[in-house]
């Protein structure tokens, strides 16, 4: 019995799925119409082409997923391939062009603190003040500001307004520079990216610049300021604006140039290459070697110090300290003041004179001098060791000649410096002199950036490079 369970639990199973047929006689299925059933018989028919018509629809449509999934990220690649690999020649033409106008600048914004000129607009308008005093009227309104200045009353109480409109000019001519720099570069930046014309790293540069550009206005007016009010200067003190900001705006500038111009320089490189990439790959590899870690290392240690120097000299011209101790290596009796004079609790603000070191190194005139002094001579020397050091035997058989050149380049700019900051310094700080010197900053800091610019091997660059090299194998 137990071996004949499973067939009857089958057969109630059956039973019971089809109960309607499985209790009817066959004598009532033969008397049952035959029209019952033609109607399931369609349905039936009808379900069977439905499955069919949905079975055949499936694979189109995963088909059509497919080629959905596979249009998504062509999409997605060909939005990224709208940017170009390297950025137009053009590009860089302009931007070796905005850093010489930088440059320019630079070096009239230092005529302009030589003359003295710098505190005699006393609003920052950067709209309407693109335009200057086009009556006597105006005139009159202009001056009568400059008149409740400090300068004026302190300086220059008997300047009458044909001599302040020399000054004027001069210091209107500088911000309406600065708004042609921002003019001129501002749309082009926006009509490059518009169109495609710069990789999306290089198009990230240029808004950085831009932004700076725009900030440094901001900066101008911020230094500017420092000079207008009484109480942003101490008491009996002569008239200026402060050294810190002075050095900013100094600082912002050297950076825009410098950004300009390494941009400028990545652009057109990255084109000289492609025109040849099997010779520039052959270049690249001997820049690439070992021996070369050292002297690449030591360039961009000598660029900060370059830089630092210079910051240091926007110190000195903030505090008119390059006036005092104007002989050259000795300062007063020896080659360094006394060192009372130095650390001078005058400078301590106080009671404790916890802030007798940092304000004497930033705010002592002596001090500052002293420190400019010895970061001068110190970039000297390191640019010349670099100079010796590319000429040795163990370097010069594997330094490529570009950068040979570059390092003499450096040591002769360094050189002449050193002669102009002496003249300077020894001639009392003369306008021509004085403007020179600061070109003389900006000129050696040039030479450095181009010389670590040659060193240097952006790995984009050289992955374009490869594939070029490939596409000519093919």
């Known amino acids: 019995m137990a071996s004949l369970a499973p067939g009857f639990r089958r057969l109630f199973l059956q039973a019971s799925a089809s ?61 990224k391939s709208s940017w170009p690999k390297a950025s137009s020649k053009s590009v860089g033409y302009w931007l ?4 010489v106008s930088v440059f320019g600048i630079v070096v009239f914004g230092g005529l302009t603190r030589l003359t003295e000129s710098g505190l005699s607009i006393t609003e920052w308008r950067p709209v309407t003040g693109s335009m200057p005093p086009m009556s006597k009227a105006d005139w009159e309104s202009e001056f009568e500001k400059y008149r409740a ?8 109480p008997h300047m009458n307004l044909e001599e302040f409109q020399k000054i004027y000019f001069m210091e209107w001519f500088h911000r309406l520079w600065g708004r042609f720099i921002g ?25 950085g610049i831009s932004a700076l550009i725009g900030f440094q206005g901001i900066i101008g007016w911020w230094m500017v300021k420092s000079g207008l009010k009484d109480d942003l200067f101490a008491p009996g003190s002569h008239p200026r604006v402060s050294q810190y900001r002075l050095t900013t705006h100094l600082g912002t500038a ?22 040849n990439p099997e010779a520039a790959l052959k270049t690249i590899k001997g820049m690439s070697h070992p021996g070369l ?12 110090l370059t830089f630092i120097t210079a910051m240091s000299g926007g110190l000195v011209a903030g505090l008119d300290a390059g006036l005092i101790y104007n002989e050259f290596p000795k300062m007063g009796l020896g080659i360094f003041p006394p060192k009372n004079e130095l650390f001078d609790t005058f400078y301590s603000r106080k009671e404790d004179h916890s802030d007798l070191w940092w304000r004497n190194i930033l705010e002592n005139p002596s001090t500052v001098q002293m420190n400019h002094r010895i970061l001068a001579v ?3 020397c390191a640019i010349l060791s670099l100079f010796i050091y590319a000429r040795t035997r163990k370097l010069s058989p594997i330094l490529p000649s570009n950068i040979k050149r570059g390092s003499a380049g450096l040591f002769h700019t360094v050189s002449i410096q050193v002669v102009l900051g002496i003249s300077t310094l020894i001639y009392m700080v003369p306008i021509h002199l004085g403007a020179a010197h600061q070109a003389g900053a900006l000129g050696v800091l040039t030479m450095a950036l181009i010389l670590a610019h040659r060193l240097h091997i952006p790995k984009p660059t050289l992955r374009l490079l490869e594939q070029r090299v490939k596409q000519l194998v093919k």
């Open 96 to 99: 070796i062009g905005s850093a």
């Open 149 to 156: 200045s400090p300068e004026f009353k302190l300086l220059n």
């Open 378 to 380: 110190s970039t000297f």
């Open 183 to 207: 003019m001129t570069f501002v749309l082009p930046t926006l009509y490059f990216i518009a169109r495609r014309k710069v990789t999306p790293k290089m198009a990230g540069n240029l808004l």
């Open 19 to 79: 109960a309607p047929k499985f209790f009817v006689c066959n004598q009532c299925l033969r008397q049952a119409p035959r029209t019952v059933g033609m109607p399931s018989r369609i349905l039936n028919i009808v379900r069977s082409r439905s499955y069919a018509d949905a079975a055949m629809a499936k694979p189109a449509a995963n088909i059509a997923e497919q080629v959905a999934a596979r249009s998504a990220p062509s999409v997605s690649e060909a939005a």
């Open 293 to 304: 870690t050292t002297f690449r290392r030591s360039v961009f240690a000598v660029a900060t």
């Open 254 to 275: 050297f950076i825009c140039y410098s950004w300009m111009l390494i941009s400028g320089l990545a652009v057109l490189r990255t084109h000289r290459w492609l025109a």
